[in-house]
Nanobody, 120 residues
């Protein structure tokens, strides 16, 4: 099983980026998927999650700016990020199949991460 993120990069404050995470090796259509991030010197934190039925969850810090979505036919989850701020700078990780709450770090599968850098 492999999760591969893409779409990270350097963007100015106020800009937008769309992250993608493609899963291979098994289907996750019946599992929740999530996005987490880790900034230098900080712990990994929850960003957003989406259940198989489409219910979504967001960290307060990104609510109204980020949108998580999924395409089960493509085994892919997306994170549309808008109105980006310098404090959004981090490595963003995709995760699948939680064994605890979707906001926790307790996921069975993780990607390698993609860097997002927001300049001021």
């Amino acid at each position: 099983v492999q999760l591969v993120e893409s779409g990270g990069g350097l963007v100015q404050a106020g800009g937008s980026l769309r992250l993608s995470c493609v899963a291979s090796g098994r289907t996750f259509s019946s599992s929740a998927m999530g996005w987490f991030r880790q900034a230098p010197g900080k712990e990994r934190e929850f960003v957003a999650a989406i259940r198989s039925g489409g219910r979504t969850y967001y960290a307060d810090s990104v609510k109204g700016r980020f949108t998580i979505s999924r395409d089960n036919a493509k085994n892919t989850v997306y994170l549309q990020m808008s109105s980006l701020k310098p404090e959004d700078t981090a490595v963003y990780y995709c995760a699948a199949d939680p064994f605890s709450g979707v906001r926790s770090n307790h996921y069975n599968y993780w990607g390698q991460g993609t860097q997002v850098t927001v300049s001021s």
